[in-house]
């Protein structure tokens, strides 16, 4: 008479085991698909799963430890729960025998080919699913895993070998990939690469190189009728106009601030025109960076300064 208990207990237990191989196996092959170009900028833009993620990409040691032991504890409980139901089904027969026979087929299948297959395919949504899982299996596996990890840096210093560190910056290579492959897949416009790979180009320019002379920008001042800035703004040509507090024409050129053309033709006569503030910048600055601090400051242009504080002229944003 069969033990229902006892079958439903191995059937548990065989279940569980087929799962955890499942989930092992599937994490291991996904691990090394994920993109870890996607890994950063979603670790930028604050995601925590990315964030446990690009840990893992710089310990790969640790996780692959824990895979391991874990796919290990996995095929345990499998074959366990194998020759449980074996003995309970078959009594009268071996039950190593059968359960290797009829088991072997069953875990090859839906416990390593076909977590590996779906994680091929999917691996960065699964792994991001399934990492939250990691933060409760790295911690219960970690004294194996430190001393996997001690040997592996051990033989990677005796053989001379440098581990490779994804940080939270991208190189120029790296980015230059990713938009190359977007453009093939149909993501990114001809215009959109062409645009970036400019922009790349200037990351390597000097500021100095981008700056225009202060002298070549006509000057405002308070005591001059709105009409008259309204003329000096039109003759500049472009939606701003540079102020500063005296009217002595002196050889160095120092701007207290700048007026929009829109705010001098609407704000009403009985109204001061509001003076925007100018965005002073070292000339040490990278033009990815100074063009993000004018965006973030939304100002149309900055001022280039040296390290004696000395204005060595005005850089225009290029990016709307």
């Known amino acids: 008479m069969t033990d229902y208990p006892q079958l439903l207990w191995a059937l548990v237990i065989f279940g569980g085991g087929l799962a955890a191989s499942f989930f092992f196996s599937g994490t291991e092959i996904g691990f090394y698909r994920v993109s870890r170009i996607k890994l950063v900028l979603e670790t930028l833009l604050g995601c925590r799963r990315s964030r446990l993620m690009l840990w893992l990409t710089n310990h ?3 996780f692959i430890s824990t895979v391991l032991l874990g796919n290990n504890l996995a095929n345990n409980f499998v074959s366990l729960g194998s020759v449980m139901l074996t003995q309970i089904l078959f009594p009268n027969v071996s039950a190593a025998l059968i359960s290797t026979i009829v088991v072997t087929p069953i875990v090859f299948t839906y416990g390593e080919l076909l977590p590996k297959s779906i994680f091929l395919q999917r691996p960065t949504r699964l792994m ?4 939250p899982l990691y933060w409760i299996l790295i911690p219960l596996f970690l004294p194996v895993s430190l001393f996997l990890t001690g040997l592996s840096l051990l033989i990677a210093r005796l053989l001379g070998e440098t581990p490779r560190h994804y940080a939270l910056q991208m190189t120029d290579a790296e ?5 190359v492959e977007g453009k093939n897949a149909g993501l990114i416009e001809t215009t959109q690469h062409s645009m970036a790979e400019k922009i790349f180009e200037l990351q390597s320019t000097s500021l100095r190189n981008l700056t225009e002379p202060l002298k070549d920008f006509p000057f405002v001042h308070e005591n001059m009728s709105r009409e008259d800035m309204l003329q000096t703004a039109r003759r500049l040509g472009t939606n701003w106009v540079l102020t500063r507090k005296t009217t002595r024409n002196t050889r160095r050129l120092q701007p207290d601030g ?10 009403p006569e009985n109204e ?3 003076c925007r503030k100018i965005l002073e910048l070292p000339d040490t600055t990278q033009f990815a960076d100074a063009m993000g601090k004018m965006f973030l400051s939304d100002v149309p242009f900055a001022i280039l300064k040296n390290a004696h504080g000395e204005s060595l002229g005005l850089i225009r944003r290029v990016i709307p």
Do not use: A, G, Q, R
């Open 60 to 62: 790969p040691t640790i």
């Open 128 to 131: 991001m699913n399934c990492v």
């Open 175 to 179: 980015l230059t990939h990713m938009l």
């Open 258 to 267: 700048f007026y929009y053309f829109s705010d001098l033709l609407l704000t």
């Open 272 to 274: 001061k025109v509001p």
